[in-house]
């Protein structure tokens, strides 16, 4: 079936501008995640969907970034005034369930990079 | 907040020589996820432990929960070069938050 899909693939973005990134789940998930992962770390978790409750957004950087899953689907990541740190790759992971025992299905991601 | 070690960061071998990784919790863990990631690729999944003194087997690969469920471990026999990548460990923070371990990129020389 049809994996996790992430949109756009590739951004470029001048400092300053506004970015929005999509993520389409896998359907039938509850829990999407949002993570950031520069280059050699490891995903940085930024926030948390279960349906369309953003239950957790510990990770979100700054005010610049905002996420939102309106009806418990599709995801977007907005960061406004993008800044040279901004530029990383942004994955999206969806969950069968709430907390639980299913693994976490990963997107591409979309590789961000801020001139 | 939860914070879960990873070592080596790196690890450069013999194909045909054994690779580990581990994973190291200074809190006791609900559960551990175990994932690789392709150069240029995104994470798979490959296993989750639950139990305390878990061990599984899939192929090469063996994975280990420790007894006390602080510190896990993934292990491969005689690596090949289909088993390049970087091995990333993965935990609950809270019930709402999961996160990654640094992870260790194995390179191998053929």
């Known amino acids: 079936g049809a994996g996790v899909s992430q949109s756009p693939r590739y951004k470029v973005a001048k400092r300053g501008q506004d970015v929005a990134l999509r993520c389409d789940p896998i359907s039938g998930h509850v829990s999407l995640f949002w993570y950031q992962q520069a280059l050699g770390q490891g995903p940085e978790f930024l926030t948390y969907?279960?349906?369309?409750?953003?239950?957790?957004k510990s990770g979100l950087p700054s005010d610049r970034f905002f996420a939102e899953r309106p009806e418990g689907s599709v995801s977007t990541l907005k960061i406004q005034r993008t800044q040279q740190e901004d530029s990383a790759v942004y994955l999206c992971a969806s969950k069968l369930t709430a907390p639980g025992d299913s693994p976490l299905h990963f997107g591409n991601g979309t590789r961000l990079t801020v001139t | 907040g939860q914070q879960v070690m990873q070592i080596p960061q790196y690890q450069h071998v013999q194909e045909g020589e054994d690779f580990t990784t581990y994973c190291n919790s200074s809190t006791t863990l609900s559960n551990i996820q175990w994932y690789k990631q392709r150069p240029g690729g995104h994470p798979v999944f490959l296993i989750q432990l639950v139990k305390s003194g878990e061990v599984k087997k899939q192929k090469r690969l063996t994975f280990q929960f420790g007894e006390a469920k602080k510190n896990s471990s993934l292990h491969i026999t005689a690596t090949q070069t289909t088993d390049v990548g970087t091995y990333f460990c993965a935990v609950y923070s809270s019930a709402s938050k999961i996160i990654f371990g640094s992870g260790t990129r194995l390179s191998i020389r053929p």
């Open positions: 969907f279960q349906n369309e409750a953003q239950l957790d």
